[in-house]
């Protein structure tokens, strides 16, 4: 009976504490209905009590300061400036307000001692804020496109028109770190107040000193300061300071390892300046000349079988002196130097060109003997005579140096009338015409001769078609332009000078050398293999009828040998034949046209068979 009685008290007082404590919360609950439970903060703001409406009120003020605040990145004196609508930040007062009215009211039996304990403890609530991913990653990456460069070395320039010197100083690299400056960012926008914060950039050192680039404007307007004179090859050129101006470049420069800052010319830089102004200092070279007499001291004229030994006749040597051209890679790198130190005057370098023959060289070179010599006769008047003596002229003169060829082609070009030249007989397909240049195969035969006994190597020659008595039997040779031609090869140790002289009755062509023969003879074979001439007649019609005239007379043809033996200055001797075989000349007659007939009696009429 006790224990009944104990469990019944018991019982008794749980309801009783519940009844309490249903009595408290029901207190609470209507002395708190459509209130913010007390000790409730919202951003500092303390809004227990308030209702909804009241605690929007009196946290709107928070919210617009919120909405002002700005985050401010510095960056070498730079700032940029963020403010909350740049990156769509603000302040949501109806979710926030929402927040903290939801305090005891999330469901029982929490919300009974949320509601017991917010009568002795606070609870604070941040404000519920929003704003723009895009839009911030939109802002950062404006500023690290304003930030972001590479390093620079500086620049120094001078203005061709104003002479004024314009100096940028050297930097160094800048990155904005992005991943950094979009945390600090997001984090300063969501902390009260303005942030005035350091730009997170990464910098390289800055590559050139100051000191360096203001030494190179200093060179720079020294330069422009006055005009250049350059001097080179006897005459000169002055650079005035425009020119200069727009000669210059400054470039970056690297030695082990430091960057530097240096005045320098491009030779592409001259071209485009100066242009064809620098073709002044090319000079060509003066070759020496070796003076020797146009005509021998005697003549050499043998047809047949004959030798001639070279005979003392040394040359004098006159002239010869370097020339110069304009080496734009050396200019380039002397005008950088010249300008850098402010020089007002100099000697330019030039590339020297010696000439074809070193001064040190032409005397190893310089005739001593006349070598070969050949003389041949013409008939004073004769047309042909003037192309002859044309064409002694252009060859008179002409140095073969060893190993070099000599060519009459070569040097006369083509033997055209407008260059001096008449017409003269020629043969051509076996008959002698006329052509402009005609007869001047006597010169090309003198020289083969003159050649021949001077013991060289003879590469090109061609007789006549027909012998012709004025010259050597086998022994001779033609002209004409381009295929047929006398060519030999300086084949001795010194220099060959042609000469070639004429008198109204002769033409003479000397070589003046250093001998390498002691004596050339020439011995002349019998003509063999004989041909006779033929006969043949035309007709021209610009002939009286009935008449005719000999156009071409006739002789035979035949073989001939010629051998040349060369005796030389080393003991040995060579020996060469030279065969050549001659066509015949034939005869050509012409006759007029037929005379008309003679009346008969019978009315018919009667041929003239008188062929003339």
């Not at 839009?135 to 104003?162: K, N, W, Y």
């Not at 001096?420 to 035969?445: K, N, P, R």
């Not at 004409?480 to 010194?494: A, C, E, K, Q, W």
């Amino acid at each position: 009976m006790g224990a009944r009685k104990i469990a019944m008290s018991l019982g008794a007082v749980a309801g009783a504490v519940l009844a309490v404590l249903l009595l408290v919360a029901a207190l609470l609950w209507f002395f708190q209905r459509g209130e913010i439970l007390p000790n409730t903060t919202v951003a500092g703001v303390d809004v227990g009590g308030l209702r909804p409406d009241e605690a929007t009120q009196a946290l709107r003020e928070v919210a617009d300061a919120r909405n002002e605040d700005v985050v401010t990145f510095t960056f070498e004196g730079d700032e940029f400036t963020i403010t909350p609508a740049d990156v769509g930040f603000e302040v949501d007062l109806e979710q926030t307000v929402e927040r903290a009215a939801t305090r005891g009211r999330e469901g029982l039996p929490g919300d009974l001692v949320e509601r017991a304990r917010s009568l002795r403890s606070s609870r604070a609530y941040p404000l519920a804020e929003r704003h723009d991913g895009d839009l911030v990653a939109a802002r950062v990456q404006d500023i690290a496109e304003a930030v972001d460069r590479e390093e620079f070395a500086g620049s120094v320039g001078a203005d061709p028109d104003t002479l004024e010197v314009t100096v940028r100083h050297s930097r160094g690299g800048a990155t904005v770190l992005v991943d950094d400056l979009t945390d600090e960012l997001t984090r300063a926008m969501l902390e009260a107040g303005p942030d005035e914060l350091e730009l997170p950039v990464e910098t390289t050192p800055q590559p050139v000193s100051d000191a360096d680039v203001d030494r190179v404007a200093e060179q720079v307007e020294g330069a422009v300061a006055a005009p250049l004179a350059l001097r080179a090859a006897d005459t000169s050129l002055t650079l005035e300071p425009a020119t200069i101006a727009r000669l210059i470049e400054v470039v970056e420069q690297s030695t082990d390892g430091a960057t530097s800052l240096a005045i320098e010319v491009t030779p592409e830089r001259i071209d485009e300046v100066l242009g064809d102004t620098v073709r002044r200092f090319d000079v060509d070279p003066v070759e020496p000349r070796f003076v020797v007499d146009r005509a021998p001291s005697s003549r050499f004229d043998a047809a047949g079988s004959t030798t001639f030994r070279p005979y003392e006749s040394p040359a004098s040597i006159e002239g010869g002196s370097d020339g110069s051209r304009f080496d734009p890679e050396a200019a380039a790198t002397q005008l950088g130097t010249l300008f850098a130190d402010n020089v007002r005057e100099a000697d330019l370098d030039v590339e020297v060109v010696e000439p074809e023959i070193p001064a040190d060289e032409a005397e190893e070179l310089r005739p001593t003997h006349v070598i070969g010599t050949f003389t041949t006769y013409y008939t004073a008047g004769q047309g042909r005579n003037r192309n002859i003596q044309r064409l002694a002229d252009v060859i008179d003169g002409a140095v073969v140096l060893p190993g070099e060829q000599f060519s009459i082609n070569d040097i006369s070009g083509e033997r055209r009338c407008d260059k001096g030249y008449v017409e003269a007989g020629t043969i051509v397909q076996g008959e002698l015409v006329d052509t402009c240049g005609g007869g001047v195969s006597q010169f090309g035969t003198t020289t083969f001769n003159a050649a021949f006994f001077a013991g060289v190597q003879l590469d090109q020659w061609k007789a006549h078609s027909w012998y012709i008595s004025r010259y050597p039997m086998g022994r001779e040779a033609t002209l004409s332009y381009p295929v047929l031609d006398v060519r030999f090869t300086n084949t001795t140790s010194g220099a060959i000078v042609v000469r070639a002289s004429y008198t109204s009755t002769s033409v003479t062509v000397t070589l003046y050398g250093r001998p390498d023969a002691t004596a050339v003879s020439a011995r002349h074979g019998s003509p063999f293999n004989q041909v006779a001439p033929s006969s043949s007649t035309r007709t021209n019609n610009d002939l009286a009828c009935g008449s005719q005239r000999e156009v071409q007379g006739q002789t035979g043809g035949f073989t001939v040998e010629v051998v040349r033996t060369v005796d030389r200055t080393d003991g040995s001797t060579d020996q060469q034949t030279i065969r050549t075989v001659y066509s015949p000349q034939n005869r050509i007659v012409e006759r007029g046209p037929a005379c008309p007939t003679r009346p008969s009696n019978d009315g018919g009429s009667e041929s003239d068979d008188d062929e003339r």
